[in-house]
């Protein structure tokens, strides 16, 4: 009799196990709450580091996934969970009962809201922006300001909700350097009369081609790199937003006026994940992502067995390092369904 497996979240970690676990020949049921699979990936564009339309990637997900073997449930959540010895049960938001010999959590990331940091005025000022909004823009092709202008001036502020011991979060969100080094590129790519700073604590550029980019935004597209951390911004009479930064390179203050300001919120444990910890009793780390039963060799396997987790429902991830993830995943599922009496 064939094994089945239920998959929670139908971002790209959960589409990729769905699909590698159906290719396996298991029997799969794959939940999404909302009413579309991609989760994140269809909030991006065009993607670090080779910047590629992402929907390339969505189209290779939704080729491995069209399988039979494959239930997919949209706009479904998860409202009761019942485990018994290596037996699962679920009860969707309809009332439809499921069953499965093993569950694989991939409920993902949620942006940092970055009308916490109030400081920088999201919210309040139309001009402030998320990095989120930014690529929504590019999509369009049209970056305007909210009285229809072209922005002449654009900052970029590193670090939104990560690093951050104000909020809570001490980690690094570890993707936002990069992304604010490919905005900045296709800022200057759509206006090159503009200018652009990206205001950062560190470059944390550690993935394959994210130095090389940083080097092109520096020297093909004159893109300026300012050490400090922006304290705050303000809007003058004229609509330009006024920031305040500490410039710790040279040492000094530094206020600055700029038409556009971009925020890199950071990456934080999706509300949806949180809902299946406590459903569950899946722990949760210090970061409140999952917690792993092993950071070197266990990162798929949770305190529950036969529940294992794939993606950046465990720590912040890229999209490369998430299939890997799912993977890895899939490949615990199978060793450990091998085990399983049915
Ligand atoms: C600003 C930013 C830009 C980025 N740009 C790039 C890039 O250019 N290149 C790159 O390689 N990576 C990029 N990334 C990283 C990329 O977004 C992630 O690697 C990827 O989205 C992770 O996929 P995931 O499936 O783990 O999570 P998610 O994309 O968050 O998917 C999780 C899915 O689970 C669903 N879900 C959650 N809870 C439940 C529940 N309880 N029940 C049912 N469904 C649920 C969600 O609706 C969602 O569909 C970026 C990240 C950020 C923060
Ligand atoms: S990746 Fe960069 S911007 Fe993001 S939290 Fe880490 S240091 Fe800050």
Redesign the pocket.
Known sequence: MSKQVIV???????LEAAGQLSKAGIEVSL????NK?????N??Y???PDRRN?SEVKEYLDGITHHDGIKLLTN???EKFNSNKSHFSIITNEGKELTADAVVV????D?FKSARKEEYGYGIYDNVIT??DLEEMFRKGKIVLSNGNVPKTIGIVHCVGSRDEKVGNLYC?K??CV?AV?QAIELREHLPESKVFCFYMDMRMGGAFYEELYREAQEKWGVNFIRGKVSEAGEAIDNKLIIKVEDTLAGRPLKMEVDLLVL????EM????K??SKMCGLNTGENRFFAVADHHYGSNRSNIKGVFY????TA???????ISHARAAVSEVMDYLKNVRK
């Open positions: 929670i979240g139908g971002g790209v970690a959960g939940i999404e709450k909302e699979t991609g989760g994140h990936l909030d991006w065009k993607l670090f992402s479904t959540t998860i991939a409920t993902g990331f942006l990095s989120t969100s993707l936002c992304t490919k890199m919120a950071g990456m999706s509300e949806g994940g809902k299946i794939a993606g950046t429902c912040p991830m890229n999209i490369t390092e998430t």
